[in-house]
């Protein structure tokens, strides 16, 4: 499952991150994880009130990839862990047509928790890579 958060804000503020130096992706990398552990405990969360006796493992099977660099654009997936427990199960975000389930949405926890944090972490990672300047 994959899912996409409106950045919409974030387009102005686009940094070529090919030229940077490494020390700027090395933070934005640190950045892009920190956000991504505080947004799967944020959907842990979330799905722990929802879950109850049929899906108790869900929860743990949230999970986020190893944060990738490819040389121009860092980020990771987070989500449902299909190698995980319950991971399978993570249609119950949005049940679709056919399931006998209300929709859970716990992604918009995480998604609230990211928005707010990757952009601190962001800014963060270019004043440390600039010296505090």
């Known amino acids: 499952m994959s899912i996409d958060f409106d950045f919409s804000e974030l387009n102005t503020f686009a940094v070529e991150i090919e030229q940077a130096d490494r020390k700027l992706a090395g933070n934005v990398v640190k950045a892009v994880r920190t956000s991504a552990f505080r947004g799967r405990r944020a959907w842990q969360k979330s799905a722990e009130g929802n879950s109850r006796t049929h899906l ?7 999970d986020y990839d190893d944060v990738k660099n490819d040389g121009g654009s860092i980020g990771t997936d987070l989500g449902p ?32 928790v990211i928005e707010k944090d990757l952009v601190v972490g962001v800014l963060k990672a270019v004043d440390d890579s600039l010296g505090g300047v």
């Open 56 to 62: 108790r493992g869900y929860p743990a099977a949230v």
């Open 81 to 112: 862990n299909l190698s995980k427990g319950q991971g399978p199960l993570g249609f119950v975000e949005d049940a679709p047509g056919g399931v006998n389930a209300a929709p859970q949405r716990n992604y918009l926890a995480a998604e609230k």
